[in-house]
């Protein structure tokens, strides 16, 4: 498997998660199209973990590229793209699963485990009943469960509004922001922290006990 992430943190951050999943073992990482094609006319690979935002041109340029060299590995995309019309154009160049961002490990060992059980059938199917059981492995993913008492989307918005102040919130900022209490949000940043995606530091200057920052891990 190769990783193509634009950001290092993050790169090695998905490189980690992957080598944790059963069967799958990362042969390298690479920050930009350029990189990718180098390392790929070196080693082959089955699958690439492909962001689509590389500072050398849009992951999807680089996927066409791909094809047309001849390069048959599939493409699972890890990304924030959300646009629909860039969905249609992956699945149509070879990418089976997108996992936007941010996610948690749990997220990605679904999308792997079941990319291996649809790539481990073989034989011929029996009828409609054994295709659609194949490709269900891919096109029905089980929803990651997150930590009791935590919701996507209000994950989703702590995470934008942390991801749009570089210089990182405290915890009161952030729910003030998203609009929820001091306490609320402050579990969602810890649950960020925990999965790797944000860091913590104290805030002293003031009187009182420091307070917590946080800053989307990677932000400059």
Do not use: C, N
Not at 126 to 139: C, F, N, P, T
Request: proline share 5%.
């Amino acid at each position: 498997m190769l990783v193509v992430e634009d950001d290092p943190v993050a790169a090695d951050a998905h490189a980690l998660y992957a080598g944790r999943v059963e069967g799958f073992r990362v042969v390298g990482t690479a920050h930009s199209r350029a990189a990718a094609v180098r390392l790929l006319d070196r080693v082959p690979v089955d699958l690439i973990l492909l962001d689509l935002y590389l500072p050398d041109g849009h992951g999807l340029a680089l996927l066409r590229a791909l094809r047309a060299a001849g390069h048959a590995a599939d493409v699972i995309a890890v990304t924030s793209a959300r646009d629909l019309a860039v969905v249609r154009e992956g699945v149509s160049l070879g990418v089976v699963q997108y996992v936007l961002k941010p996610f948690a490990f749990a997220t990605l060992r679904d999308r792997l485990v079941r990319y291996a059980e649809f790539r481990g059938a073989a034989g011929e199917a029996s009828g409609q009943d054994e295709v659609d059981r194949a490709l269900a492995a891919l096109r029905v993913p089980r929803p990651a469960a997150l930590p009791k008492g935590l919701s996507g989307p209000t994950l989703e918005a702590v995470t934008r509004a942390l991801r749009e102040e570089p210089a990182g919130l405290t915890a009161a900022e952030a729910g003030a922001v998203v609009g929820i209490s001091r306490i609320t949000a402050r579990r969602y940043l810890e649950h960020l922290v925990t999965e790797g995606r944000a860091v913590r530091a104290p805030q002293y200057g003031q009187i009182g006990r420091p307070e917590l920052q946080y800053r989307w891990r990677g932000a400059r």
